[in-house]
């Protein structure tokens, strides 16, 4: 292919047209600064076209791989402010802006570098080369310039939404790619309708990475948020970005293709947070889903689903589970508004972002489909069912509310009694933050309609004892449609390893961990001026032994458990020469164990050792155990 036989936005054959007949791109108009110049080869392989998007990191050029002989997406590192063009379109670093551009340089190669090494998801597209030229850094990935944006095709629609059934199958592959980002620790921060572009294939791909200093304001860069999809956290209310920033995002996105209206802003949302669902898309929503949307579109970060693995889990619910549906959760998730207000078109100044990553690959074989439509068709029976029997019990009742409400100041859930049905278990959820995990797990009752999922983590407070939760506090649940919960379990803190150290560097380190019931004992007497002052030892208050106890394998402990700090005596000058050396010996184990805490231990009376006697050659004080060696409590 010859340069002026290709048209450079779309990247196919245009032979002598100055017009492409597919994309209708005048190739006779210039790029416009400060973007690199139609034409330019970068990488010694890499024709430059049409600029796709820009924001504060850089610039997205449709691309052909001249080497390769086909069309890219490749990503130029151009932040604003920090760079300029100079002669033959190198870049040069601004004035008092060297280390500004060091830092994105180095997050944004850091990045790519983790995208390039995930292979195997359809949902991420593979970056295929890194290379630096013209004075910053360029990555190169698969062409997607043959498909279109979410928010395009979702505008394309009739009704302005998709079903759940077809979301379904283009989500659940993006979910598992975020899983797998999560895992190489990239925070995507920008996913949204722009961003989730459908290939040739009818695939959903994850596009617009940034570094994340992008996604974030107030981070001293020119930020990029997508409103409505964007989350609390990243308009500098909360908390850092993390997992669940991306949750957010996804369940909006998710949202705005079920309900066909973008989320109100997280930013708006903290002092009127009502996000609406209209009755009829209430009616006609798995149960499970409302539920998970519920759950991923909390604004506090605490408080909302935290990783791909627990959002998956909610919106892979059995079929049984989906019975409950309907009517059963129209009634459930009661509206307060009759109005709803259309879905408003996005600003439509915003452009097709078209970058690159890569993921893992969501399908259902066409017998497993075939069997679960088997089986939802058989549940449904048994639900009308059911439904016509509690019918005749609890009479009609009108419907008199046509829109669902989200509420992060409680789930939203109406004041009922327990289910009484045979075999069902209904309650709302506990908080459970503070109490023991041993003891919620063994509850018959939780163990009903809750899975029970753990992950430990350093925290000061009590060991064993439930740190936070992933389902809020007064949700519903029913054993006819169990959740999994994920409760986060304090493991107590980490102990410092201050063997060796003095004691006043001892106290500190622990100090510093966290731990503050500290006290210290004088234990052996040094056989050598370099260890006299030195920690040999540490044990702890063991209740459940009633005795004192070696800190455990892990090293974790409780920040109130009370720890004993063993240090060797200092060795005296005596000028009796008969006695033996290094006799003094660690008090019992009832001894001194309340002691408070001391800042210079105190010195206990030792002996001087005898010349001609060897160092094994140990007698105890008078008064005390008569055995060799170190003696320590039990």
Not at 244 to 269: K, M, Q, W
Not at 584 to 613: C, F, K, L, W
């Amino acid at each position: 292919m010859e340069k002026e036989k290709l048209c450079l936005r779309c990247m196919r054959k245009i032979g002598n047209n100055t017009t492409c007949p597919y994309c209708r791109n005048e190739s006779n108009k210039p790029q416009k600064e400060p973007y690199l110049p139609l034409k330019t080869v970068v990488g010694g392989r890499y024709l430059i076209g049409k600029v796709v998007s820009s924001n504060g990191e850089g610039s997205t050029y449709n691309a052909f791989d001249l080497q390769a002989k086909k069309p890219v997406t490749l990503r130029e590192l151009y932040p604003n402010g920090l760079l300029s063009r100079g002669e033959g379109n190198y870049c040069l670093v601004n004035v008092g802006k060297a280390s500004e551009f060091i830092d994105a340089k180095d997050s944004f190669l850091k990045m790519w570098r983790k995208l390039a090494s995930l292979k195997g998801f359809t949902a991420l597209t593979p970056v295929t080369d890194i290379f630096e030229d013209l004075g910053t850094v360029y990555t190169v990935s698969e062409f997607l310039g043959d498909g279109q944006t979410l928010r395009e095709y979702l505008l394309g629609k009739e009704q302005g939404y998709i079903s759940w059934d077809e979301a379904r199958v283009l989500f659940m592959p993006v979910l598992s790619a975020l899983d797998e980002l999560h895992a190489s620790g990239i925070i995507h921060g920008g996913i949204s309708p722009t961003n989730l572009v459908i290939d040739s294939h009818g695939k959903l791909r994850i596009t617009g990475y940034c570094i994340q200093a992008m996604r974030t304001e107030k981070s001293g860069m020119e930020c990029e948020l997508f409103d409505g999809y964007a989350a609390v956290e990243q308009y500098g209310m909360s908390s850092g970005l993390g997992t669940y920033t991306d949750i957010y995002a996804f369940a909006a996105v998710l949202y705005r293709a079920l309900i066909g209206s973008t989320p109100i802003s997280a930013a708006s949302r903290l002092t009127n947070d009502k996000l609406m669902i209209p009755g009829k898309f209430a009616e006609q929503l798995p149960a499970y889903v409302i539920n998970s949307l519920v759950n991923a579109l909390q604004i506090l970060p605490q408080d909302r689903t935290e990783t791909a693995e627990q959002l998956r889990d909610e919106l892979s619910a059995s079929p049984a589970a989906a019975g409950t549906s309907a009517e059963a959760y129209s009634s459930m998730y009661a509206a307060h508004n009759e109005e709803y207000d259309d879905y408003s078109d996005e600003d439509e100044s915003t452009p097709p972002l078209l970058d690159v990553d890569d993921e893992e690959e969501y399908e259902d074989s066409a017998n497993k489909k075939n069997t679960v439509i088997a089986f939802v068709v058989s549940a449904v029976v048994c639900l009308a069912i059911l439904i016509g029997v509690l019918a005749g019990f609890k009479g009609c009742s009108d419907k008199e509310e046509e829109t669902t409400e989200i509420s992060t100041e409680e789930q939203i859930t109406e004041e009922t009694e327990e289910e009484t049905e045979v075999g069902n278990v209904a309650f709302k959820v506990p908080d459970f933050r503070g109490e023991l995990y041993d003891d919620i797990k063994n509850n018959e009752k939780y163990k009903a309609a809750l899975k029970f999922k753990t992950e430990y983590v350093d925290s000061k407070e009590k060991r064993g004892t439930v740190v936070s939760q992933s389902i809020n506090a007064g949700t519903e649940v029913t054993s006819l449609n169990p959740r999994t919960i994920t409760l986060k379990i304090s493991n107590g803190l980490e102990v410092p390893d201050v063997v060796g150290k003095s004691v006043k560097d001892a106290l500190e380190q622990l100090k510093s961990a966290g731990f503050t019931n500290v006290t210290t004992e004088s234990g052996q007497v040094a056989s050598n001026a370099s260890q006299s002052g030195k920690v040999y030892r540490v044990v702890y208050d063991n209740p459940k032994a009633d005795d004192w106890a070696e800190i455990p394998a892990d090293r974790h402990l409780s920040s109130t458990d009370t720890l004993i700090v063993y240090y060797y005596g200092e060795i005296e000058e005596s000028t009796e020469p008969t006695q033996s050396q290094n006799t003094t010996s660690a008090p019992p184990a009832t001894q001194s164990q309340t002691q408070a805490p001391t800042e210079a231990p105190t010195q206990p009376p030792v002996e001087t050792p005898d010349p001609n006697e060897g160092e094994n050659n140990q007698t105890p004080p008078e008064g005390e155990g008569g055995a060799q060696g170190e003696v320590v409590p039990e």
